[in-house]
């Protein structure tokens, strides 16, 4: 038993080193899809993540490494399906729900999204983060009315962040404007950019 433990601790420990910086975190969320040397790295890393989880299929934070590193390689169901499954093993950390809820507005799952978002933030709803992700996760569903009342009350929770602020704003275009916005994240990112070019030429003219 002694012997497992150490062979599991030691596979995760190598694990943790590899993808040190490599994965997207609150300090460092925009990182960009990884060339073919790092992917290798990455790929090295989850491999040894699995191999812990064969000595301790408890251990939650191994999931939670390998939804975050298959983020990073843009493998959003892969990552959903990890990070959900980090959730059910530790149901205290709205974090994994969070992440998975943020794969599943990438992959246009929005009622999956929504769940998660759901429960994220009912671990901690005084959290505006956690709000404004379950608004966005409703504006992808075009349920702008529910959106609306996320974005309202995460506003009320702590200082809103430019995020939240965004998130609030494509609310307000698309309910102004009577359009279904896209259902998942990178097509409405796409969107987005295409409006605010369009009114900095308008204000050009």
């Known amino acids: 038993m002694e012997d497992a433990a150490g ?13 040190k910086n490599e994965i997207p975190t609150s300090q460092q969320p ?30 939650w934070n191994a999931m939670w490494f390998i939804g975050k590193v298959q ?12 990070l959900e499954r980090a959730f059910q093993s530790n149901p205290t950390q709205p974090d994994s729900a969070r992440e998975a809820s943020i794969c599943a507005m990438e992959l246009g799952q929005t009622d999956e999204a929504i769940r998660l978002a759901q429960s994220a933030l009912g671990l901690d709803p005084t959290n505006a983060g956690l709000g404004a992700n379950l608004a966005l996760a409703y504006l992808l569903a075009d349920r702008l009315g529910d959106a609306r ?10 200082n809103v962040d430019p995020i939240s602020e965004t998130v609030r704003a494509m609310i307000q275009h698309f309910a ?3 359009r279904v916005p896209p259902n998942s994240t990178g097509s409405l990112v796409t969107y987005w950019h295409r409006h605010l070019r369009s009114l900095r030429k308008s204000s050009v003219l």
């Open 30 to 59: 925009h990182l960009s899809k990884p060339g073919w040397f790092l992917a290798r790295k990455l790929n090295r890393a989850i491999d040894l993540f699995k191999r812990s989880l064969q000595l301790n299929p408890q251990n």
């Open 176 to 178: 102004a404007h009577s």
């Open 149 to 158: 009342a996320a974005i309202d009350n995460a506003s009320t929770c702590d």
């Open 71 to 82: 983020q990073r390689l843009r493998n959003w169901d892969e990552a959903r399906v990890y």
């Open 7 to 19: 062979e599991h601790n030691r596979l995760f420990l190598e694990a943790v080193a590899v993808v």
